[in-house]
């Protein structure tokens, strides 16, 4: 039988990367390796998922050294030959193992006002949107993010700026200043634009590259760019 050698991190940030030996299988995932891991070599291994189809987003690790979805990712794919290094996201702090504490990443979604913040009361009509307008068209491409991490992971501005809100985080606060529903657009554009907002992104696109969900945050950070520029020019902000 076909093995695959595959070494796991151990431990917090100061842990090591062990080796195990894993079967290999046709249509095997990154995640079912972890998962055979833990059943057979190693019961005390730490990792995180729920869903196993690409929905949750809580299956991100760091694998052959790119940030992915392990539920999603197979093997065939991103195997050196036989070999797969799997590690914690970058970026965040490891708790154990390949799980990582994601606090940070999701206060600075609280941080970019990342909560959509309507008027209407439930006696109201319903807000009635065109499928085709702009500004739908701009929240819809980014409204698909599961939360994974990964493109926070792959940015090297977080890694260089830690309070930098990073790329999940400003996506959403673009998706929701083109909801036209939503009332708190001024403040949310003061969120993002500061020092460790939309203008610090390089726009070299890594977070791009990597969302498993095809989302493009280096263009939602773009908008947000123009957008606060506008505002700023206007005396929004
Ligand atoms: S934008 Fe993409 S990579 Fe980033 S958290 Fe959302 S789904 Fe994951
Ligand atoms: S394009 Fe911007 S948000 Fe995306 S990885 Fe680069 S610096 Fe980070
Ligand atoms: S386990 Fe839910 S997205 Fe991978």
Sequence with gaps: MDTLQVKVWRGRTDGELVAYEVPRHESQTVLD??????RHLQPDLAYRFACRVGMCGSCAMNVNGK????CRTHVAKVAA???LEI????NLPVIKDLVTDMSRFFDKWVQAKGQFS???TRRDDFARVQPDSPRRQAADAGIECIGCGVCYSSCDVVTWRPDYLGPAALNRAWTLVNDERDSKRAERLRAVAGDAGCHSCHTQATCTERCPKHISPTAGIAGLKRMTMKAALEGEL
Excluded: H, K
């Design 87 to 90: 590690a914690p996201l970058s």
């Design 81 to 83: 030959g036989n070999q």
């Design 118 to 120: 309507g008027e209407r």
């Design 33 to 38: 390796v972890v998962t055979y891991i833990q």
């Design 67 to 70: 940030a992915r979805w392990t």
